[in-house]
């Protein structure tokens, strides 16, 4: 009806639909691969069942690119080379087209007391609410954990990551995988022989990024406890409309943090 019609009503109430039944897939999905994931009792079928779980679309790959002088390269490794040599010319190629900077203000260092959280106490309710707001869809790292992986496992996976985390965070180090990155090509458009048409990415570890988010939200807590954010501009992600720019500052405060701002005394927030 929205095609024939193409009413914005409709278009509307479609949009809404599907993206209704998309969330309920995908939910149903990951409540199936969690009751699987509970009932394994071996290695086999567990490695079985990751296998399944973990599956997932590859993109197209890139037939064909062109160096320099403008000859077409096809095998993987000259096009990796091609690619690679690019993207780490970007950076120096944005810093010359700038005008350079001329300051004629002299520096003057403010003494200040700034809060800070000393201690990082990762909770197995923190790890869960992560887990749990994982994204599906994202993909994995160098380690090859997905994030579909990590939120079918939900509580069978809770303990060993604790345990990750609890060892980072005790020795102020991260594993050195989480610290590198997949570097991957992601077409633009125009010519896809033309390496200026690729944008790079890249692919972080999932549980690195898990770890940040549980950090986050530690420090975020810690000082609204301790009233720290009183005197500053928070605001509060609520849904984005969609004439309002992508370009404005968030502070993400989940909905625990969302209930301790409105039990205690109001803070200074400004209206969206």
């Known amino acids: 009806m929205a095609r024939r019609t193409k009413e914005e009503e409709l278009w509307t109430r479609y949009r809404e639909l599907r993206n209704k039944v998309t969330s309920e897939v995908r939910n149903a999905k990951c409540k199936y691969y969690t009751t699987l994931f509970a009932e394994v009792k071996n290695c086999k079928s567990y490695r079985k069942l990751v296998k399944e779980a973990a599956c997932c679309k590859t993109s197209a790959p890139i037939m064909a690119i062109k160096d320099s002088d403008g000859k077409t390269e096809t095998s993987d490794l000259a096009k990796a080379n091609i690619l690679n040599e690019h993207f780490t010319t970007i950076g120096k190629k944005l810093a010359s087209s700038l005008p350079p900077v001329v300051s004629k203000q002299s520096l003057t260092s403010v003494a200040r007391v700034t809060p800070t959280v000393t201690t990082i106490d990762v909770t197995r309710d923190i790890l869960k609410n992560a887990l749990f707001n994982l994204k599906p869809d994202k993909a994995s790292g160098p380690d090859n954990v997905s994030s579909k992986l990590l939120k079918s496992a939900g509580n069978a996976i809770v303990q060993s990551l604790m345990s990750v985390f609890t060892a980072s965070a005790e020795s102020n180090t991260?594993?050195?995988?989480?610290?590198?990155?997949?570097?991957?090509?992601?077409?633009?458009?125009?010519?896809?022989?033309?390496?200026?048409n690729y944008r790079p990415i890249s692919l972080l570890c999932v549980s690195g990024k898990l770890i940040e988010s549980c950090v986050g939200s530690i420090i975020i807590t810690t000082h609204i406890a301790n009233h720290d954010l009183r005197d500053c501009a928070i605001i509060i992600r609520r849904g984005r409309p969609k004439n309002e720019s992508r370009k404005a500052k968030y502070y993400t405060i989940t909905p625990s943090q969302q209930r301790q701002i409105s039990s205690d005394p109001p803070l200074n927030l400004p209206k969206l």
């Open 174 to 196: 991260v594993p050195a995988t989480w610290k590198s990155a997949n570097l991957s090509s992601l077409y633009k458009s125009g010519d896809e022989t033309d390496k200026h």
